[in-house]
């Protein structure tokens, strides 16, 4: 009798194994290579602590949103992909992405997920994306240059003509020091530093929608003045004209600019690769004060018709841990979930913290043709910010960006 309930037993336990073998799901995941320190961290704990597991693919930053378009059309896409947030009312318009609202909202927690994320994974009242990693914008500082320039190294700017008296003081050092850089032909750079410097003041580029372009207001036009005043007195350096961001972060890494726009992600690589520059991070501020940040990241999105939802499912609950948001903060991405943020960043570089809070109460522009009016080479905005920073003419130039912003809004199907 013993024997027999012995193997019993054992017969019992090697079917559960088997079953639940069964009932494990591998589901494939992309994400773009800005991600690939902390993606295949997380899929790494994931798989060891889960039976479901997911197959991760890292597609070069440039390549993947038309491979992903090509894949998705041709019935070959990824279960799953962490897309740039902007692109996500993109691919919902398109119909190439699974509505999930019913996902989200059944996450406890999905009211203290990044509301900019939420916004952009959000067409037509449904949810197509969650927030998955995030970036924010923030103003650095080189401490260093401050001291010797009479500053207060420890306090940062918080407005613009702050900005501007400490870039003159900077500058003033001579030889090869200048006070502020920005990359004068990026367009993605901008949207994501000079942007905030409108919304701070109470201007937009967009409708909340994203319907209408709102390029030619009081507060751009106080924005663009600022910027070209800057360049005007010689303190920006000659090379910015040109910049289509290669030189985004390694201008001020090279310890001679004393202030820049940047992004959260400057905070490690300045600490990993460049620990002898002593710098500040601050808030983006408005002409007068306030301040406000360009919220960026990806979200998660998943492929039409997927059949993997659980296993999705499975890798977001995780992601979305304490676990799993610590893990994202150690390795390069600001937590995406506001109630345990600060439990995450706990251990971290408390520079951190202020780009966290930019990030939690940051804007993204919402359009789903983003790219053809933001991002791309031959964009109206790309054009635009080269002009009025470094031209001539900044009433033509805005006029025109204003009106090809407009035209490729409206031209965009289901307008």
């Given at each position: 009798m013993t024997r027999l309930l012995q193997r019993l037993a054992?017969?019992?336990?090697?079917?559960?194994?088997?079953?639940?073998?069964?009932?494990?799901?591998?589901?494939?995941?992309?994400?773009?290579?800005?991600?690939?320190?902390?993606?295949?961290?997380?899929?790494?704990?994931?798989?060891?602590?889960?039976?479901?597991?997911?197959?991760?693919?890292?597609v070069p930053v440039a390549e993947l949103v038309q491979k992903y378009a090509t894949a998705a059309a041709g019935g070959q896409a990824p279960d799953a992909l962490s897309l740039d947030l902007i692109y996500t009312p993109s691919f919902a318009a398109?119909?190439?992405?699974?509505?999930?609202?019913?996902?989200?909202?059944?996450?406890?927690?999905?009211?203290?997920?990044?509301?900019?994320?939420?916004?952009?994974?959000?067409y037509k009242g449904r949810i197509y994306g969650l927030p998955y990693s995030a970036d924010s914008s923030v103003l650095i500082w080189n401490k260093k240059l401050f001291r010797q320039a009479g500053l207060d190294p420890d306090k940062g700017p918080a407005s613009w003509a702050e900005i501007e008296a400490a870039a003159e003081k900077v500058a003033a050092l001579g030889g090869d020091i200048k006070g502020f850089y920005f990359s004068g032909a990026c367009g993605g750079c901008n949207i994501f530093?000079?942007?905030?410097?409108?919304?701070?003041?109470?201007?937009?580029?967009?409708?909340?929608?994203?319907?209408?372009?709102t390029l030619d207001t009081p507060q751009m036009r106080d924005a663009i003045a600022f910027y070209r005043d800057m360049v005007k007195k010689g303190l920006v350096p000659e090379g910015a004209r040109t910049d289509t961001g290669?030189?985004?972060?390694?201008?001020?890494?090279?310890?001679?600019?004393?202030?820049?726009?940047?992004?959260?992600?400057?905070?490690?690589?300045?600490?990993?690769?460049?620990p002898d520059i002593d710098y500040g991070v601050t808030f983006l501020p408005g002409k007068t004060g306030g301040w406000s940040s360009f919220a960026g990241g990806d979200n998660f999105v998943v492929t039409k018709g997927t059949k993997k939802l659980a296993a999705i499912?499975?890798?977001?609950?995780?992601?979305?841990?304490?676990?799993?948001?610590?893990?994202?903060?150690?390795?390069?991405?600001?937590?995406?979930?506001?109630?345990?943020?600060?439990?995450?960043?706990?251990?971290?570089?408390?520079?951190?913290?202020?780009?966290?809070?930019?990030?939690?109460?940051?804007?993204?522009?919402?359009?789903?043709?983003?790219?053809?009016?933001?991002?791309?080479?031959?964009?109206?905005?790309?054009?635009?910010?080269?002009?009025?920073?470094f031209g001539d003419d900044v009433d033509a130039s805005l006029a025109t960006a204003q009106e090809t912003m407009q035209g490729i809004i409206e031209s965009a199907p289901g307008n």
């Open positions: 054992g017969g019992i336990a090697l079917l559960a194994l088997t079953v639940s073998a069964a009932s494990a799901e591998t589901f494939t995941l992309w994400v773009r290579s800005d991600g690939s320190n902390f993606m295949p961290r997380i899929v790494e704990a994931f798989n060891q602590s889960h039976e479901d597991k997911a197959e991760l693919q890292i398109a119909g190439q992405l699974e509505d999930i609202t019913d996902l989200a909202k059944s996450l406890p927690y999905f009211d203290q997920l990044s509301p900019a994320h939420v916004k952009t994974g959000t530093t000079f942007t905030p410097l409108v919304w701070a003041s109470g201007g937009d580029i967009l409708t909340e929608d994203g319907s209408k372009a290669s030189n985004f972060f390694a201008a001020f890494a090279r310890g001679n600019i004393g202030l820049a726009p940047s992004g959260a992600f400057a905070i490690g690589a300045l600490n990993t690769q460049f499912k499975a890798f977001l609950d995780f992601s979305y841990s304490l676990e799993g948001q610590t893990l994202l903060a150690r390795y390069g991405s600001l937590p995406v979930r506001g109630d345990i943020s600060g439990e995450a960043l706990k251990d971290l570089d408390p520079r951190y913290k202020i780009a966290a809070e930019a990030m939690a109460k940051g804007r993204t522009p919402y359009s789903v043709v983003f790219n053809d009016i933001i991002n791309s080479m031959n964009s109206p905005w790309v054009q635009m910010v080269n002009e009025v920073f």
